[in-house]
């Protein structure tokens, strides 16, 4: 149950993504035409559209945490035993828990400090554009506790204990490597001589 609410509110956010990406491309694409076409302009389309991209930014890290869409390397985890992986799991989970705490606190003051103070072109709160980080920490520190408690209770699979996703540059490099490794292998079997393991005679002096 816990898990289809997430699915949904993912897909919600997605939407707002969505939403947010093609009123962005409508202000730009709309004020570089007004002004070449017709000495014209936007007024809001430069600030607001900043304030969007921030906005799908941090709507953006909420779903790729829910995904487990983190760039790293597995190149030590994924060779731990399972009782390795959780303990790496465990303490990443925990810096990040403490990280998003830090992120929130500075942003709910900075709300704060700027809620009084108008944008210079649309007049809207300025804590509107330092509420995105509120937002994702919320959010974000929902979903780690989350997947933390998974962890704890023995809920996650073995594949799900390396959280990270490779780049893919690192991964069509391994790719890479591998099939060198095999053809390297393949020309090397067949590379032997029939005759290679034959002694010689002995030469006469």
Known sequence: MLNTLIDRYCRFINLLIALALAVMVVLVFGNVVLRYAFNS???????????????????????????????????????????????????????????????????????????????PVTGASVAIF????????????????????????????????VMVKESEEQAELEALQAELARESAAGGSQSHSPLGDTPLPHSRR
């Open 41 to 119: 302009g936007i007024a809001i389309s430069e600030e607001l559209s900043r304030w969007l991209f921030v906005w799908v930014t941090f709507l953006g890290a909420v779903t790729a945490i829910k995904e487990n869409a983190h760039l790293g390397t597995d190149m030590l985890v994924s060779r731990l035993p399972v009782m390795g992986k959780k303990v790496c799991l465990v303490l990443g989970h925990l810096l990040m828990l403490y990280i998003t705490w830090l992120f929130f606190d500075g942003s709910w003051q900075q709300a704060k400090i700027n809620w009084d103070v108008q944008a």
């Open 130 to 161: 330092y509420s995105s980080g509120v937002a994702f920490s919320v959010c974000a520190g929902f979903l780690l506790v989350l997947q933390l408690l998974r962890a704890l209770t023995g809920q996650l699979s073995d594949e799900e204990l």
